[in-house]
């Protein structure tokens, strides 16, 4: 019981960063209905970004954490947000009214060379960083186990129910989320009733390139090490957990997230550590046998 | 009527002027992206210093390089092609680009007349026929995908899985079984099919963009098998001293019952090399005959009318399901022959040769022959990878390159290096269909126009 | 005397969710003949159509399709391509849907891609180059040349149907539809942007797949002039619900038609329109 209990944070923990890089899948593929397969780098990018700042604000003297914390933060997630929208600028925009396949190709080569240049850049070694945030909480005891509740798991599912509640705000109250919301019903009459097309879509990616760095952010504090291939399993899981939720649904992304870093967890301290992988597939390609458009996904009724 | 007066010159400089002022304006603006893309992942160098920890060193001077050249580069597209505005395209004038689609039949037997003298003109250089091998395997392996994705206009990500089942059962089947190569070939070839079977039935009803993910990760979920199986598969240490191929039944030693001998020929290892040659050659030269041979089947005409719209050809009496089967079981099957084969050249394999990027490498070779062109995917494989080999001094930097050159060529040609259809039977005239107006495969809703 | 029977709806009821399109909806479309659908728009014309068609399963409701030899097919159980296939309903759809990167006659090629697989041997024997294969090809070949020419499109066989003309599209989309052999043929508003001279030409070719091949005619349209002229039955559906069925000349004049389509008059206006002595 215990056991389960802790596995149930760790997975929450686990799902909350991958439902952060989630929310960058579906909001992409809701406004222009492509996968972006270079997002998982972009996240990978947002950890190095965080990693190299904190070494550069240690360097300069900047100890106190959560000064450093916030700084880190606000410089990932700026500089982050800016390869999210140079990657848009470059691979995608000239291939918006292009065919299917294309920007997917595009993608997938975006993704080589971010992980190409990461590699480059900074070696192919890991590279760890001490932990920043010690101590937590034992919540109870039993059985000889403590359910453990660190400080930085709690900062890590702190930080993203703030950033959701934040981004569904943004989403339904202001005037970006209304134009991002009729980009993703009808993207031609949104251009011809004077919406900028063209801004709403970059600040898509932008905003999910943010994200991505805040969940790269809380990779680099949880794990502890980052090294240019997170990115890709991370990308994957996170877009299978966008589909679990139903692409295109915000909540969903979160909520498949969540599913996922549970099913991960649980797969992994129950069961066998060497397929919790495999898990997270399988229980997708269940339930989209029975629910084809994830699990809080619009169905989608064909009108012929 | 007297001519109007010309306008006074003063205005032309103020006009180049301002012309100059938003060039450097652009350019100024990309240099300070460059700068806050790169201040810290180039500006920084992270190191693993002596006591395990992360230290760092500056390289501000290549910071300020590069800075300098996106500054420069920018400026100077800014000044020259503003007024210019010439795609590489419109510079080839009309009659050779009609020139040069009459002579895409030409180009396809004096491909394949060139692939059978490859042995022959390098007979010497072994290095080119191992790239020759690998150009080869990887086109078969573009055809194979090519009947999936350009055919029937399923997007399959997970299209490594083959492959690497096909490897897999060779090197089992040959190694419990010790069966010559002949026949564990079409063995492991039914073996992938069945595999397309099994994988393509849970995923038929999914539309584009699950389709895309759920293929996806059955390729992973076929290299984790792969990888943890250990007592069938040999983990991570893969399976070696796979039976190597004979020239039927003649093994390629330098014994006195071995192929040269028994040719009257000096022995080199030079022989088995070639004979592979020639044998994947065959193995592509089939698979592309057999692809032909579809297209012009009712079959092939099903696949085709699925990618253009699957609503009509449900409304036309066409099963979907069988047809989307069929797809993903005959690219399966040649996949599973391309994996056999892959075993048999080099004798051992991992996981490590069936990643995701593998998949990606294949799709990308597929999407960049264009419109479901045998000839494209075959230019597009010996492109691409004799580009990569072109490029081996570069090291590290050749995999940027490569991504880098996969964006710019999909964003010159985004259908590809072939950009019409041929269609598979004509009434009078045998005309080819523009790339506009087909379809391509489906990422994502069906829009019901 | 009434035809036999081809096709009979039977209190159909179509529910999306907290809204139905069509409701308790019962008619009877007879042998070799032109029946007509028509009603205002959201009358659940097209719905109904999709139902009969296998695109969507009736919630509630038996719809029965008999051919003249006998054989007997409930629509509501099978899947959408057997529909097509053995209960040889075929239908055209509002917005075209033409196999656009495909040549005309690949379009009408892959409409009889049923009796061709099997005389492919399910692609076995054709892969091999069997003679029955090629005739069967063949055969294919010269019926689609026959619809071709009766669309007047034969000269531009080898070109793409996605480059055609609107008008030409449609025409090509019933082409397709007459070679898959049907005994039932749905059009969703065949007229629908033609000129006056396209629709005297659509009336004489449906008249001529009338009588000439025996298929019966389901038709939704909102032309009048094509409806009233070739149409031996219409149906009128509004809201979903059946209003008025009958030949042209009772629908014609049938009071709750006019009040659908033109409205009715408003009680208060008539009165003060006494009033003030109008």
Not at chain 2, 226 to 231: A, P, S, V
Not at chain 2, 441 to 447: D, I, L
Request: glycine letters at 10%; proline letters at 4%; aromatic letters at 10%.
């Amino acid at each position: 019981m215990e056991y389960f209990v802790q596995q149930l944070i760790n997975g929450i923990t686990l799902g909350s960063i991958y439902g952060l890089i989630a929310i960058g899948y579906t909001m992409v593929y809701g406004i222009i209905g492509m996968i972006n397969f270079a997002h998982g780098d972009i996240f990978m990018v947002g950890a190095f970004t965080a990693l190299i700042a904190f070494l550069v604000l240690v360097a300069v003297g900047v100890t106190a954490v959560p000064l450093a914390l916030f700084l880190v933060l606000l410089v990932a997630m700026a500089l982050t947000a800016l390869y999210g929208w140079t990657v848009e600028r470059i691979a995608y925009r000239p291939l918006r009214h292009s065919f299917r396949l294309a920007p997917l190709i595009s993608a997938i080569g975006m993704s080589i060379v971010l992980q190409n240049y990461v590699q480059v850049a900074q070696g192919a070694r890991v590279k760890p960083l001490p932990p920043l945030i010690r101590g937590g909480y034992t919540l109870f005891e039993g059985n000889d186990f403590a359910v453990r509740l660190s400080n930085i798991q709690i900062i890590v599912v702190v930080t993203t129910l703030i950033l959701m509640a934040g981004f569904s705000f943004m989403v339904a109250r202001t005037r970006l989320g209304r134009n991002m919301r009729a980009c993703e019903q009808d993207l031609k009459m949104a251009a011809l009733v004077g919406i900028d097309v063209d801004r709403t879509i970059s600040l898509t990616f932008v905003i999910g390139a943010a994200l991505a760095a805040v969940a790269g952010l809380m990779f680099l504090l949880y794990y502890g090490v980052v090294d240019f291939f997170i990115g890709f399993l991370a990308g994957v899981k996170a877009f299978t957990a966008a589909v679990l939720g139903g692409i295109g649904s915000l909540p969903g992304a979160m909520l498949g997230g969540i599913l996922i870093g549970l099913i991960e967890t649980m797969w992994s301290a129950y069961f066998s550590i060497e397929y919790k992988d495999v898990a997270a597939f399988a229980v997708l390609i269940i339930v989209l046998i029975f629910l084809p458009t994830g699990i809080l996904g619009r169905p989608e009724v064909e009108k012929v | 009527m007297s001519e109007p007066a010309p306008p006074p010159r003063e205005s032309e400089p103020a006009a180049k002027r301002l012309d100059v002022l938003a060039a450097v304006k652009e350019a100024a603006i990309a240099a300070l992206v460059a700068f806050g893309l790169f201040v810290l992942l180039i500006g920084i160098r992270t190191e693993q210093g002596p006591t395990g920890a992360l230290v760092f060193t500056t390289r501000f001077g290549l910071l300020a390089e590069i800075v300098a050249a996106v500054f420069v580069g920018r400026l100077l597209r800014a000044l020259t092609w503003r007024d210019a505005t010439v795609s590489i395209n419109s510079l080839v004038p009309g009659s050779v680009k009609a020139a040069a689609s009459d002579l895409a039949v030409y180009a396809a037997a004096a491909f394949v007349a060139f692939a059978l003298l490859v042995p022959i003109i390098f007979y010497t250089n072994r290095y080119v026929l191992d790239l020759a091998i690998l150009i080869v395997t990887y086109t078969m392996l573009g055809f194979g995908l090519n009947i999936v994705v350009g055919l029937a206009g399923l997007l399959d990500l997970g299209y490594v899985a083959f492959y690497a089942v096909g490897a897999y059962s060779y090197a089992l089947i040959a190694q419990s079984f010790g069966l010559s190569f002949w026949i564990c070939l079409p063995l492991a070839g039914i073996l992938a099919a069945f595999a397309g079977l099994l994988l393509g039935f849970p995923v038929l009803r999914l539309r584009g963009d699950y389709l895309a993910i759920v293929t996806l990760g059955f390729g992973e979920i076929i290299r984790l098998i792969l990888l943890n199986w250990q007592d069938l598969t040999g983990g991570p240490n893969g399976i070696s001293a796979i039976p190597r191929p004979s020239f039927f039944g003649l093994p390629f030693t330098a014994a006195d019952n071995g192929f040269a001998a028994t040719f009257g020929l000096q022995y080199s290892p030079t022989h088995r090399v070639v004979f592979l040659y020639y044998l994947v050659l065959a193995l592509a030269l089939l698979t592309n005959w057999v692809t032909l041979r579809l297209r012009r089947l009712p079959i092939g005409r099903a696949w085709e009318a699925l990618r253009e719209d699957e609503i009509a050809s449900r409304a036309l009496g066409i099963n979907t399901t069988t047809t989307k089967l069929t797809a993903f079981s005959m690219g399966a099957m040649f996949g599973g022959l391309a994996g056999a084969f892959f075993a048999t050249r080099q004798g051992f394999i991992s996981p490590e040769s069936f990643t995701f990027g593998e998949s990606a490498l294949v799709l990308a070779i597929v999407v960049l022959g264009g419109m479901g062109s045998q000839l494209g995917v075959a230019v597009a494989a010996t492109a691409m990878l004799g580009g990569f080999e072109l490029f081996r001094e570069f090291d590290q930097y050749r995999m940027l390159v490569f991504g880098a050159a996969m964006v710019a060529i999909v964003i010159y040609r985004p259908r590809g290096l072939v950009s019409t259809r041929t269609p598979s039977v004509f009434l009078h005239q045998r005309k080819a269909v523009p790339a506009a107006i087909v379809q391509d495969a489906r990422t994502g809703v069906e829009t019901p126009t | 005397m009434n035809r036999a029977e081809i096709l009979t709806v039977e209190h159909l009821t179509m529910r999306f969710g907290g809204l139905t399109a069509v409701n308790d909806l019962s008619f009877v479309a007879r042998e070799r003949e032109i029946t007509a659908l028509i009603g205002p728009n959201g009358a659940g014309k097209t719905t109904l159509f999709n139902c009969i068609t296998g695109f969507y399963k009736p919630t509630v409701g038996r719809l029965r399709l008999a051919h003249p030899d006998g054989a007997s097919f409930l629509l509501e159980r099978l899947p959408g391509f057997r529909i097509a296939r053995e209960a040889r309903v075929a239908r055209t759809f509002q917005n075209v849907r033409l196999f656009a990167g495909m040549t005309l006659l690949e379009n009408l090629l892959v409409a009889q891609h049923n009796p061709l697989m099997l005389a492919s041997g399910f692609t076995v024997l054709g892969l091999f180059g069997s003679r029955a294969y090629a005739r069967a090809e063949a055969a294919a070949i010269d019926k689609a040349r026959y619809w071709l020419d009766r669309v007047g499109l034969a000269p531009r066989a080898d070109d793409a149907a996605g480059a055609l003309p609107y008008g030409a599209q449609r025409r090509l989309e019933i082409a397709r539809a007459m070679c898959t052999d049907p005994v039932l043929l749905c059009l969703d508003e065949p007229a629908a942007g033609l000129n006056n001279r396209e629709s005297v030409e659509l009336n004489e070719f449906l008249r001529a797949i009338r009588d000439e091949h025996g298929t019966s005619i389901l038709l939704i349209e909102h032309d009048m002039g094509v409806v009233m002229e070739i149409s031996d039955r219409i149906i009128v559906l509004d809201y979903g619900v059946k209003i008025a069925d009958g030949a042209p000349s009772e629908v014609r004049n049938d009071a709750k038609v006019i009040a659908a389509y033109l409205g009715v008059a408003d009680e208060e206006v008539a009165s003060a329109g006494l009033e003030v002595g109008l």
